[in-house]
């Protein structure tokens, strides 16, 4: 009797926990399936173009479906110019209509090509982000896609196809602005450049003289420009930061629009100006610094 007792307990207790487990499993289902269906909340950004009427037809061109995500309903208020594809409320994929290329879109900007549309690569800097945008550069008004990832936007060809075709604007090159100096240590400098300056980026030609560029796939060029004038914010007595054998004063008040800094090298026969993001500035004053130390003499 005690052991029919005990056998009948434990097929209780086991069936007990079979249905707590199917109810936890059911009740996760349901608790993610409506996570994922919950409206997406995207921020408004300035957008001129956002309410014209060709974002309107793109918008209504999307497709249902983008980087393997399904179509989401939009937070309210909704932006205009604006969708949206996502799993879930964090694994999601933004699209915006009509906005402004971005600052780190410059003469020097390589875009690149999708299924034959161009556009142009930014990953977030921001330290612990994995968010990546494209912009379209060759139609109007401007899309940006952004999203958790790095997959290419090759599936809105349709839905760009109600937009202009219009090569977007680039900004001014780096650097390109400032005053020209001496440029007598200029050539020994060029012939001992580095192919990379920081991780992932490799030199590549441009037709400005004495001026260096190296690109990374979704990251703002560095630029170096030998040769400059003496820059015109540098004071006596203002703080410099020693790299090496290189003191280099940051111009600060060149930022702008930008992550990137300016920096210029004292201290030799003429100046060099360097513009890079603030993520790989440190390693390129150091590969920089010391082709100067090397290469050029002391002033």
């Not at 009509?98 to 549309?117: L, N």
């Amino acid at each position: 009797m005690t052991s029919q007792f005990n056998r009948t307990a434990i097929f209780i207790s086991l069936g007990l926990s079979i249905v707590m487990v199917l109810a936890v499993l059911f009740g996760a289902k349901y608790v993610f399936n409506n996570i994922a269906k919950a409206p997406v909340a995207v921020s408004p950004v300035e957008s001129k173009e956002a309410d014209s009427q060709a974002c309107h037809s793109f918008i209504d061109a999307l497709p249902d479906t983008v980087m393997d995500k399904p179509r989401a309903d939009i937070a309210e208020p909704v932006p205009s110019g604006v969708a949206a594809w996502a799993t879930t409320s964090e694994d999601k994929v933004t699209a915006r209509c009509g906005v402004d290329m971005p600052f780190q879109y410059t003469e020097y900007s390589q875009p690149q090509d999708v299924d034959g549309e161009q556009w142009y690569q930014v990953r977030d800097a921001t330290p612990g982000s994995n968010l990546t945008t494209w912009y379209s550069t060759q139609r109007f008004p401007i899309v940006a896609i952004t999203a958790s990832t790095d997959a290419t936007p090759d599936e809105l060809n349709d839905a760009l196809s109600a937009l202009d075709e219009k090569p977007a604007t680039a900004h001014e090159a780096p650097l390109k602005a400032l005053k020209t100096g001496g440029d007598q240590m200029c050539a020994e400098v060029e012939k001992a450049l580095p192919d990379s300056v920081a991780e992932g980026y490799h030199r590549r030609e441009v037709k400005e003289k004495n001026t260096y560029v190296w690109s990374a796939d979704g990251r703002e060029e560095i630029v170096a420009r030998c040769g400059v004038a003496k820059p015109e914010n540098y004071r006596a007595g203002v703080k410099l930061q020693q790299v090496n054998d290189i003191p280099w004063f940051e111009d600060t008040t060149l930022a702008h629009g930008t992550t990137a800094g300016t920096w210029f090298a004292l201290g030799r026969e003429d100046y060099l100006a360097l513009h890079a993001p603030q993520d790989a500035a440190q390693a390129a004053l150091v590969e920089l610094g010391n082709v100067l130390a090397e290469h050029t003499a002391e002033k």
